[in-house]
C-alpha cells in the first residue's frame, strides 16, 4: 500500500463492525454489495448539473438508466448513481464534479454512509413481505419504482434488481440487517415445516 493511502474496510470483511456475521443463502439469500461504486448528490443544483452531464433523470422515487449506471432519484434534490458493472462512469461523473464549479449540490456521501444488499432466492416474495409492509408485489411495484420506507425494522430505500430486491440503509445497521433478514427466513421455514 502507497504511503497516505488508505484501505476501505467494509462491515463483513475481516476487521468491519459486522464481521463475524452471517449472511444467509438457499431460498431466501442476502448480498453485500456495499464495496461496489456510487455517487449521491443531494441540495441545490444537484439536477441541474446532473442534467446537464447527460444523465437523464427519472421522477422523484422512480429509477432510470445511463451508460450501465442506476439512476436512483430520491428527492427533487436528492440523486444516487448505483454503478454495480460501471465503475469507470461513476469515476468520470465523480471527477467531473468535483473540479466543477457551483452550483452542482453537495457529496451526500452514499458511498461511506449507507450499505448496499441484495436479496434474492426462491422464497423472495415471501420474505419481502415480512420484512416490509408495502405491498411490493409486481402488479403494485414496478421494476422502475423505489419505495423509502422500513425493511427488517430499519429506515431503507428499496427497488427491484434483476436478481431481487436492493436495499440500502445505513451502513452502521449492517450486521442488525442481517440478523434480521436470517431470522425471517428462518421464521417462514418453521411455518413451511423446513426445521
Keep these: ?13 475481516p476487521g468491519g463492525a459486522a464481521d463475524g456475521t452471517k449472511l444467509i443463502s438457499g431460498a431466501v439469500a442476502l448480498s453485500d454489495l456495499t464495496d461496489k461504486p456510487r455517487f449521491g448528490l443531494k441540495g441545490g443544483g444537484s439536477a441541474a448539473w446532473l442534467a446537464a452531464q447527460g444523465i437523464p433523470l427519472p421522477a422523484v422515487n422512480r429509477i432510470g438508466d445511463h451508460r450501465g449506471m442506476r439512476v436512483l432519484r430520491l428527492g427533487n434534490e436528492d440523486i444516487l448513481l448505483l454503478a454495480e458493472d460501471a465503475g469507470e462512469t461513476v469515476a468520470d461523473v465523480k471527477n467531473t464534479w468535483h473540479v466543477a464549479a457551483a452550483p452542482k449540490g453537495y457529496s451526500s456521501w452514499r458511498e461511506e454512509g449507507w450499505a448496499w444488499m441484495r436479496l434474492s432466492g426462491p422464497r423472495l416474495a415471501e420474505a419481502m413481505s ?27 430505500v428499496t427497488f427491484r434488481s434483476p436478481a431481487g430486491f436492493d436495499i440500502l440503509f445505513d451502513i452502521t445497521a449492517s450486521a442488525y440487517f442481517a440478523r434480521a433478514v436470517a431470522a425471517m427466513a428462518g421464521h417462514t421455514d418453521q411455518h413451511r415445516g423446513h426445521s
Design 1 to 13: 500500500m502507497a504511503a497516505g493511502t488508505a484501505t476501505r474496510v467494509y462491515p463483513f470483511m
Design 130 to 156: 415480512g420484512l416490509c409492509a408495502p405491498d411490493l408485489r409486481p402488479q403494485k411495484f414496478g421494476a422502475d419504482d423505489i419505495a423509502q420506507t422500513r425493511v427488517g425494522h430499519i429506515e431503507a
